[in-house]
């Protein structure tokens, strides 16, 4: 008897639009939480868009009501691959930091349209972007309080520096929701839109970020990530190391004939 071949779910939706590559959480039934099988699929996803040069600009985004309800902690209770601490710390480092790690150092921009909650490792995921656009129903919140844990997902680098100690130290200990109107008077939200038009201004603004200078956009992340571990001095030293990169570049050449034919006209 032949065996049927099992279709594999498809927790990770991709596409390319354009010069943006949308990767969007695809498990509305449960809130887009993140099991095996999703990390597996977002880890892939988000390396193939790091090297596809036709994608210029990657958009995270979720299914349904919930950017992401974090991890999936049935599957920590059943068998599904997280039966012992040590399963849970290797999970976070061979699977969830190589992800972080490359949203925030791939030389293209990386927005969170946050079409709801981001919650635990999904509230992670939205912070590791370099833009998050939010609706108002959306929320951040640091459940890890509630289930006996300390925060992970790098987010006890990033909620400090993004929100200041207080807030991250209040989120962490009480376990509490940060609303997107109180995220973006903190600046961790960029901008708020209604749901209705999340993904219009979404992708109005990656096909802005994509028209962009494609080596100008990996210069100005680069600098900023090596900014906020280093000197005023040091900082000041990469960007001169990295405008001497840019200087003899096409893209500046290219930029300097523009301006002076635009002045021209004037």
């Excluded at 210029?56 to 919930?66: C, D, F, I, N, S």
């Excluded at 290797?90 to 699977?95: D, P, Y």
């Excluded at 600046?187 to 219009?200: K, Q, S």
Aim: overall charge negative.
């Amino acid at each position: 008897m032949n065996e049927m071949a099992t279709e594999v779910e498809q927790h990770i939706d991709v596409e390319t639009e354009g010069g943006i590559g949308w990767i969007r959480f695809n498990r509305p039934e449960k809130m887009n939480a993140i099991g095996a099988l999703t990390r597996r699929q977002l880890g892939d996803a988000i390396k193939q868009a790091e090297r596809d040069d036709a994608v210029r600009v990657v958009v995270l985004t979720g299914a349904g009501r919930a950017f992401s309800s974090g991890a999936d902690v049935t599957e920590m209770v059943s068998g599904g691959g997280m039966r012992t601490p040590e399963d849970v710390g290797n999970v976070l480092r061979n699977e969830y930091m190589p992800m972080l790690q490359r949203l925030r150092t791939m030389p293209k921009p990386v927005i969170a349209a946050m079409n709801g909650p981001a919650v635990g490792i999904g509230a992670s995921f939205a912070l590791a972007c370099d833009i998050r656009i939010a609706t108002p129903e959306a929320y951040i919140l640091e459940a890890f309080v509630n289930i006996g844990l300390a925060p992970d997902g790098g987010v006890s680098w990033l909620l400090p520096r993004l929100a200041g100690t207080g807030v991250a130290y209040e989120m962490f200990f009480s376990g509490r929701p940060l609303s997107a109107a109180d995220a973006h008077r903190l600046g961790i939200i960029n901008r708020l839109v209604p749901a209705d038009r999340l993904e219009e201004e979404v992708r109005d603004l990656g096909n802005q970020l994509a028209a962009q200078p494609r080596q100008a956009i990996a210069g100005a992340k680069r600098a900023v990530n090596h900014a906020l571990t280093s000197t005023y001095e040091e900082a000041m030293e990469f960007e001169s190391y990295l405008q001497e990169a840019q200087a003899g570049s096409s893209e500046f050449a290219a930029g300097v004939q523009k301006f002076l034919e635009s002045r021209r006209k004037k």
